[in-house]
């Protein structure tokens, strides 16, 4: 790669030196300013290759200098960094024509890498999407400022100007519709209808009336016409929540109309064309049930265009303070009383396990606003509202409530009892083992830091064995994160 111009403009010296030496090392000119001004001074006089901007600079917020940037030089690729790590700031920045956000603090080798693709890759020469002003400081759909919501906000902010089919898996409570929202109020069909579908919640046999809609008399009861949700959400986004409880008929009607791209009602003739963005979400996993032969293998793949796995409140414990703020914001615009937590109480919740997650915590702060009369609620209330048995002091971590094995037994009765009578699938001996086998190797992974050497010897295997393990299950190894 040729060596390039790049132009700098951070308020903070020590950023701007390090990215002076980062950026120096791999060849690059690096011209480095602490106000928006001096930048677009030399953006104007034609300097530079490419430019890093903070968002929060003295005279200026970078959001704001990108559209004048790109209606100057429009091929000119710039990233947006800055430590107000929220959604709405990775949406704004990409809306605005940025090659990339990046949240500080920010990993100096990843930063390297992008600045090597937004000078390889070509340049499209296409302006801004939205100019400053066109959207209002909007309640922030999703909370958080953790390593983990930020690579969600980024994937999010990709998306938004897309009409790709999303799959957004995570455990009951994580916020998926909030995420699919997102998706819809910041992406190009946020003029139409946003319509949610709970898979779980429709009895089967009235599904794909649910979905397609029916004609008159196409069914004992069907007096009258009925529009189904893909006709609700023509223009907009058709959210089908839980698809894992979709079944089998109703699944290939689905995949006919991801691939033609039009259906008929239940009773109808006249095609109808599916003007809609397919949004799905789940708790399950939905490769354990193709294997199982309970969802169709080309329906999973057309549904996983992009997958989004949200993660759970116990792996972002760190967001915990600012969602309890939010939470107790929230009820006192509602009119009751303000309220807070004590350090201990903070703690407290941080080390609690969070099986509800999100959910379960919103609806915690919403208990102790209304039933304790004190402002400042103390460590003495969060354990009894925790006195489950699932809380831990700080810095522990919690006690399974059973054994290994006891769960394990658990889970698969349940298993043998959905099956009504009837036996499961052949190979069942082989999917139990995979499905224990991926997590043990996961979770060794994250706490070796993606060192397959030291996973290995932590889990007594060969390396070689343990290599071939992570490819035949498909596990993502990524060294250095925890």
């Known amino acids: 790669m040729t060596a390039a111009t790049i132009l700098v403009a951070d308020d903070d010296k020590a950023i701007r030196t390090v990215l002076t030496q980062a950026l120096g090392r791999q060849g690059h000119v690096v011209r480095t300013t602490g106000n928006a001004s001096t930048l677009w001074q030399w953006v104007h006089a034609g300097e530079g290759d490419l430019v890093i901007t903070d968002v929060v600079m003295p005279d200026e917020n970078g959001l704001d200098l990108i559209p004048r940037i790109k209606k100057l030089r429009p091929s000119l690729r710039i990233l947006v960094m800055s430590a107000q790590n929220t959604l709405l700031t990775a949406v704004k920045a990409t809306e605005r024509g940025a090659f ?5 603090p920010f990993d100096l080798r990843e930063l390297v890498a992008v600045v090597n693709r937004a000078l390889s890759e070509p340049a499209t020469g296409e302006g801004n999407l939205a100019q400053p002003g066109d959207e209002e400081d909007e309640q922030l759909p999703l909370i958080g400022r953790s390593q983990a919501m930020q690579e969600i906000y980024r ?5 938004m100007p897309t009409d790709l089919t999303v799959m957004i898996y995570g455990e009951s409570g994580t916020g998926k519709e909030l995420a699919a929202r997102a998706l819809h109020d910041y992406g190009k069909r946020r003029r139409g209808s946003f319509v949610a579908v709970n898979m779980a919640a429709i009895p089967r046999e009235l599904i794909e009336s649910e979905l397609f809609g029916h004609e008159k008399g196409a069914f004992t009861g069907a007096t009258t016409r009925s529009s189904g949700r893909f006709e609700q959400a ?3 986004t058709l959210f089908l929540d839980e698809i894992g409880d979709m079944p089998l008929e109703a699944q290939t009607r689905l995949l006919r109309v991801l691939q033609e791209g039009e259906y008929t009602t239940v009773g109808g003739r006249t095609p109808i064309r599916a003007e809609v963005r397919i949004i799905a979400a789940t708790h399950r996993d939905l490769r354990q049930m193709v294997r ?3 969802f169709r ?3 999973f793949y057309r549904l996983s265009v992009v997958p989004i796995r949200l993660p759970p409140l116990r792996e972002r414990s760190e967001d915990i303070p600012e969602l309890v703020r939010h939470f107790f914001a929230e009820a006192q615009s509602e009119g009751l009383t303000a309220k807070s937590l004590d350090g201990e109480a903070m703690e407290a919740l941080r080390a609690y396990s969070w099986p509800g997650n999100v959910r379960e915590l919103e609806n915690l702060v919403r208990r102790l606003t209304v039933l304790y009369s004190q402002e400042t609620i103390g460590l003495d209330v969060i354990a009894g509202e925790l006195s489950d048995g699932d809380a831990a002091e700080p810095g522990e971590v919690a006690a399974p409530a059973e054994s290994l094995g006891s769960a394990v037994e658990h889970h ?3 298993y043998f009892a959905a099956h009504d009578g009837n036996l499961p699938a052949p190979g069942l001996y082989d999917r139990v083992l995979r499905e224990i086998e991926r997590p043990l190797i996961e979770l060794s ?3 070796t830091r993606g ?5 290995a010897k932590l889990l007594g295997l060969n390396r070689n064995t343990l290599r071939k393990k992570i490819r035949d299950l498909d596990i993502q190894v990524v060294r250095g994160l925890k």
Do not use: C, F, M, T
Not at 100 to 104: A, D, N, V
């Open 234 to 236: 023509a223009g907009g």
């Open 445 to 447: 992974l994250s706490a």
């Open 155 to 159: 994937v999010l902010a990709r998306l």
């Open 100 to 104: 990339e956000y990046l949240p500080k």
């Open 412 to 414: 698969l009765r349940s």
């Open 292 to 294: 199982q032969g309970l």
């Open 297 to 299: 293998e080309d329906l």
């Open 451 to 455: 060192n397959q050497i030291r996973a």
